[in-house]
């Protein structure tokens, strides 16, 4: 008997899962409804500052969707990355939002978990003063006391065992902290008896719902129908299809290595996967095959503010500025220089992003050259304090204006300003953390590994405010 | 011809938060492998298309289950680092549509 597991977005509460599939996909009983939260596309400032990337009434409509269906089907709910960055926050935000929810709609008393996976940069401090070594991903140097410090919010990243472990323990609802996107669905999958290989291969290929089918479209519901063989996956959209083209393109989008999804205790192979069509809308995968790894190891995400940072919009039509450009962005980098002294002297940095010229792609442009006749310059300063990025900032822009070149025609302002005004950023934070943290606790059992992941069980709905 | 009239999808995206990845999927067998016989795409010619040093180019691979090619550049600072452009790398793929495929 196979199992339906269904995915209803790839990034619940980036934007508003769509109504049309998610109800398809209830009226086809699935057996439980799995949704990741999180994303690192969203770059280092939610994590290191600790805040929702995504709206909090966009985050409440996707959870209350989810929690109606999964309770009115009687199946496990399970969120992963809850709110973006799986922080502490993030988890109690959604518990908080489910039990409002749960009393709004007066629904029967469930159980809910909740796996917090933050980690303080303290405590990986003392991992490694204990001697363990924060292994650097993807060609990083392993982290170092001075990387910890400069580090402001950092999450374990985990895997199947703690979340099994919390529907083992009865949970009907599990709110994760920071977790792998196949590792939520695979959860479930063993839980139900299924083997490793299928139930990380079935949260491979859901994990991003839609974007596993053609053409393009978000945030619709698809379902993966897992066996000991293999996945069937298809959408519920009924202008989507599930092909072995999409299916294959999907595993290899946003991943440095197509054949291999490695999560904590080992790595799927993916080398010979095949895909073969079912039907018209639903293609079935399978071949896959778990390598266990000899340790349990987890990755740790952190990030760190680098500093406040200021914005100015800047617009140059003058053919003969433009031909100088360079000239132009040089003279500001001067002013800046002869008022503050170089970037390094007072930590300060500034960008000038020229649209029209290489704005997008930056030193990966091949063609870094104006070729039409005007170019936008967003002018972005990085400095210890909000007062100083915005002078800075004002500084650079308004020497965009005043910049001397000779022969020009214009005497009057070499730039036009969007408006004469510096926009407050968000503060500038970087990834300090991309790291493998080894967990080998003799005879702890991986899912308490270290205490990164902790587990909390409380009841919610159960009619609060009802007298018997 | 060029890579853009042969091929069916050319993209760029994050893969993790130092690198962008670019895959380049065909339709069917024969474009795919008539792209991957001419050596027009490869660890070198990306290099330098983008102009980064080759040890940058961290991965090409063929990916046969999907008719495509595959590599990863590693950025110069994080995604989202103040300065470094396209936080989510999903525009760094047009270079590639004037590849000629011999």
Same mark, same amino acid.
């Given at each position: 008997?196979?199992?339906k597991l269904m995915?209803p977005?790839?990034h619940?509460?980036f934007t508003?899962?769509e109504r049309?599939s ?5 009226a086809?009983?699935?057996d439980a409804i799995i949704?990741d939260s999180g ?9 290191g500052?600790d805040?929702a990337?995504s ?5 409440r ?8 269906g999964a309770r009115?089907?009687? @199946?496990?709910?399970?969120i ?9 926050r993030?988890?109690d935000?959604?518990l ?7 009393r ?7 159980t ?6 933050? @980690?303080?940069?303290?405590a ?5 003063a ?5 292994e650097?991903?993807?060609g990083?140097e392993?982290?170092?006391?001075e990387?910890l ?5 950092? @999450?374990?990243?985990m ?7 919390? &529907? ?9 902290g920071r977790?792998c996107?196949s590792a939520?669905f695979?959860?479930?999958a063993?839980l139900?008896?299924?083997p ?11 994990e991003?719902?839609s ?5 393009f479209m978000?945030?619709?519901t ?6 000991a ?5 298809y ?5 989507q299809?599930?092909?072995p083209?999409?299916l294959?393109?999907?595993a290899?989008?946003?991943r ?6 490695t999560?904590?205790?080992?790595t799927?192979d993916m080398t010979a &996967?095949?895909?073969d ?5 639903r293609t079935r995968?399978s071949?896959?095959v778990?390598?266990p790894?000899d340790?349990y190891? @987890?990755?740790i995400?952190g990030?760190g503010?680098v ?5 100015a919009i ?5 053919p ?11 003279w500001?980098r001067?002013k800046?220089?002869?008022?503050y002294g170089?970037a390094a002297?007072?930590g ?5 992003h020229?649209?029209?010229r ?7 442009e091949?063609?870094p ?5 005007e ?7 990085v400095?210890p ?7 800075v900032?004002? &500084?650079?822009?308004?020497n &965009?204006f ?7 025609m214009?005497t009057a302002g ?6 004469d005004?510096v926009?407050r950023?968000?503060?500038?934070y970087?990834w300090?953390?991309?790291?493998l943290?080894t ?7 991986p ?6 992941f902790r ?8 009619r609060e405010?009802?007298?018997? | 011809?060029?890579?853009?009239e042969?091929?069916s999808?050319? +993209?760029s995206?994050n893969?993790?938060?130092d690198?962008i ?7 069917d +067998?024969?474009a795919y492998?008539?792209?991957v016989?001419?050596?027009a795409?490869?660890?070198?010619s990306?290099a330098?298309?983008y102009?980064?040093?080759v040890?940058?180019?961290v991965?090409?691979v063929?990916?046969?289950?999907g008719?495509a090619?595959k590599?990863?550049l590693r950025?110069?600072r994080?995604a ?6 396209d936080?989510f ?11 000629e495929?011999t």
């Amino acid at each position: 008997m196979a199992l339906k597991l269904m995915s209803p977005t790839g990034h619940l509460g980036f934007t508003p899962i769509e109504r049309g599939s998610f109800e398809a996909g209830l009226a086809d009983h699935p057996d439980a409804i799995i949704a990741d939260s999180g994303s690192a596309d969203i770059g280092p400032h939610p994590l290191g500052a600790d805040e929702a990337h995504s709206p909090l009434e966009w985050q409440r409509h996707d959870l209350e969707l989810c929690l109606l269906g999964a309770r009115e089907l009687g @199946v496990p709910l399970i969120i992963g990355s809850a709110s973006d960055t799986g922080t502490d926050r993030g988890v109690d935000s959604f518990l908080r939002l489910f039990e409002q929810i749960a009393r709004a709609r007066g629904l029967a008393g469930f159980t809910m978990a909740a796996i917090r996976s933050e @980690v303080a940069a303290t405590a990986l401090a003392d991992h490694l003063a204990a001697g363990r070594v924060l292994e650097g991903l993807n060609g990083r140097e392993p982290a170092t006391a001075e990387v910890l410090a400069r580090t402001d919010r950092a @999450v374990a990243v985990m895997g199947i065992e703690p979340i099994r472990a919390a &529907l083992e323990a009865g949970a009907d609802v599990v709110v994760c902290g920071r977790s792998c996107d196949s590792a939520i669905f695979a959860a479930f999958a063993e839980l139900r008896g299924l083997p490793r290989h299928t139930a990380v291969l079935a949260g491979k290929l859901l994990e991003c719902a839609s974007f596993c089918a053609e053409p393009f479209m978000g945030k619709e519901t698809v379902i993966g129908e897992v066996d000991a063989d293999g996945v069937t996956v298809y959408p519920l959209h009924p202008g989507q299809r599930c092909t072995p083209a999409s299916l294959a393109s999907h595993a290899m989008y946003e991943r440095i290595d197509p054949y291999a999804e490695t999560i904590p205790g080992g790595t799927l192979d993916m080398t010979a &996967l095949r895909f073969d069509r079912v039907d018209e809308r639903r293609t079935r995968v399978s071949g896959a095959v778990w390598r266990p790894d000899d340790a349990y190891r @987890v990755k740790i995400e952190g990030a760190g503010k680098v500093g406040e940072r200021a914005v100015a919009i800047m617009g140059i039509r003058d053919p003969h500025s433009l031909s100088r450009l360079d000239d132009v962005l040089g003279w500001s980098r001067m002013k800046l220089a002869e008022r503050y002294g170089t970037a390094a002297d007072v930590g300060y940095e500034v960008f000038f992003h020229v649209y029209g010229r290489d704005g997008v792609m930056g030193y990966l442009e091949p063609n870094p050259t104006v070729s039409e006749h005007e170019v936008g310059i967003v002018v972005e300063a990085v400095a210890p304090t909000a007062e100083v990025a915005e002078e800075v900032c004002a &500084l650079a822009s308004r020497n &965009l204006f005043y910049a001397r070149l000779p022969d020009t025609m214009g005497t009057a302002g070499g730039a036009a300003f969007f408006s004469d005004e510096v926009f407050r950023g968000r503060p500038a934070y970087e990834w300090t953390l991309n790291h493998l943290l080894t967990l080998d606790e003799p005879g702890e059992p991986p899912d308490r590994a270290a205490g990164l992941f902790r587990r909390e069980l409380r009841t919610v709905g159960a009619r609060e405010g009802v007298t018997p | 011809m060029k890579l853009a009239e042969l091929a069916s999808t050319i +993209r760029s995206k994050n893969a993790g938060v130092d690198h962008i990845t670019f895959d380049v999927i065909f339709s069917d +067998r024969a474009a795919y492998e008539r792209a991957v016989a001419s050596g027009a795409l490869s660890r070198e010619s990306v290099a330098a298309l983008y102009g980064v040093d080759v040890s940058r180019v961290v991965s090409f691979v063929t990916y046969d289950p999907g008719n495509a090619i595959k590599f990863t550049l590693r950025r110069n600072r994080s995604a989202a680092s103040p300065g470094e452009p396209d936080p989510f790398g999903s525009q760094s793929y047009p270079p590639l549509f004037d590849i000629e495929i011999t």
